[in-house]
């Protein structure tokens, strides 16, 4: 079981910790937008107060500036001659204007920056969370590069699966076809008991075959893992880092028959008594293979009789008989309808 959301939350501001809440303890739970700790946040009010007075100063210089021009438009028209475009834009003082209006806007740009820098002085849960690991304390001095707490986000977990690589034509993510996504059942018999288990559903695969068995890795997203919501079992929560045994939901055969894998002799043959009472050693077409059976798609028709007994020295078409039958000239067996 492992975190979908994890973050090391580090501050965007510098500053000493003045505030944080008793609940910043390994294992509390924060919702999003919940304030984690403080940072003192004098010498960021400080600086947006003086960055409001110098966007009311720019405020005030644009309104002055706008005054003249309005005062030179009238001498102009006053003046009543023809100049070049140029002239006339020094004479109605554009330039001065455009200097004004820039100089507001960068002022405004700094006050919001300051007022942003302000609000970054609160550290808030990003997403709903439990906390893993808290490297602040109250005191401490910060800087963006230190390091505060180590949340887990709790709406979704991972169950991190192995399956043969064989296998995963049977299981859909909804990435290959949208719409059909392989349901998954999760059970820790340990922490749960046995035939307790949690749903989820396949959310991808990943690049990579683990090392050792060379499996591939598919990822199972379980909502709610550690069973907060209201009507959820409180015992079946999910803890990172353990190990549960998963059961994947496969696709479905229109047309098969199951067989035990101990009747499947030389890998993919089966042995059947014909209408002739002859053996016939057939291959048959397994689209599955489970510990203790196979699921077969081709090479057997219903109600064909399936050899069950080991015969010494199979060969085609030897004639045999069922045991219990009067023929002892054949090989006795043992046969049933699959």
């Known amino acids: ?6 973050v090391e939350l580090k501050p ?3 500053g000493k910790i003045i505030s944080m809440s008793e609940r910043l303890v390994p294992g509390e739970h924060f919702k999003k937008d919940e304030p984690l700790l403080t940072i003192d946040p004098r010498d960021y009010q400080l600086a947006v107060k003086q960055l409001a007075s110098e966007v ?4 005030a210089d644009l309104q002055m500036e706008s005054g003249r021009q309005r005062v030179a438009r009238k001498e102009y028209e006053l003046l009543g001659e ?3 475009a140029e002239e006339l834009n020094l004479m109605l003082r554009e330039p001065q204007l455009e200097s004004a209006k820039a100089s ?3 002022a405004r740009i700094k006050l919001e920056q300051a007022q942003l820098e302000l609000e970054r002085t609160v550290i808030k849960a990003p997403f709903n969370a439990t906390v893993i690991s808290r490297q602040a304390n109250l005191g401490s001095s910060v800087s963006s590069s230190t390091p ?5 986000g709790t709406d979704t977990y991972w ?3 192995q399956v043969p690589v064989s296998q995963l034509k049977w299981i859909s993510s909804g990435n290959d076809t949208p719409g059909e996504v392989s349901t998954a059942r999760i059970f820790d018999s340990a922490a749960w008991g046995t035939g307790e288990y949690r749903l989820g559903r396949v959310a991808g695969l990943t690049s990579r075959v683990e090392d050792q068995g060379r499996m591939a890795e598919v990822l199972i997203e379980v909502q709610d893992p550690l069973a907060m919501q209201q009507g959820s079992t409180a015992e079946h929560k999910l803890l990172l880092g353990s190990y549960v045994r998963v059961e994947i939901e496969g696709g479905q055969l229109a047309d098969a028959a199951i067989i035990e894998r101990e009747l499947i002799r030389d890998g993919d043959r089966v042995w059947i008594m014909n209408q002739d009472d002859q053996l016939d050693i057939r291959r048959v077409e397994i689209a599955f293979r489970a510990p203790d059976h196979v699921v077969v798609t081709g090479g057997i028709n219903p109600g064909e009789r399936l050899i069950t007994s080991n015969l010494p020295s199979p060969v ?6 069922l045991m219990g039958s009067e023929n002892p000239a054949s090989q006795s067996g043992e046969a049933r309808k699959p």
């Open 148 to 152: 505060l707490v180590t949340l887990v």
């Open 82 to 84: 023809d100049v070049a």
């Open 56 to 59: 009311a100063k720019a405020e």
């Open 316 to 321: 085609q078409g030897m004639a045999l008989r």
């Open 159 to 161: 169950v991190e699966a």
């Open 104 to 106: 507001l806007d960068g």
């Open 1 to 6: 079981v492992k975190a979908k959301n994890e």
């Open 12 to 14: 965007e501001v510098s």
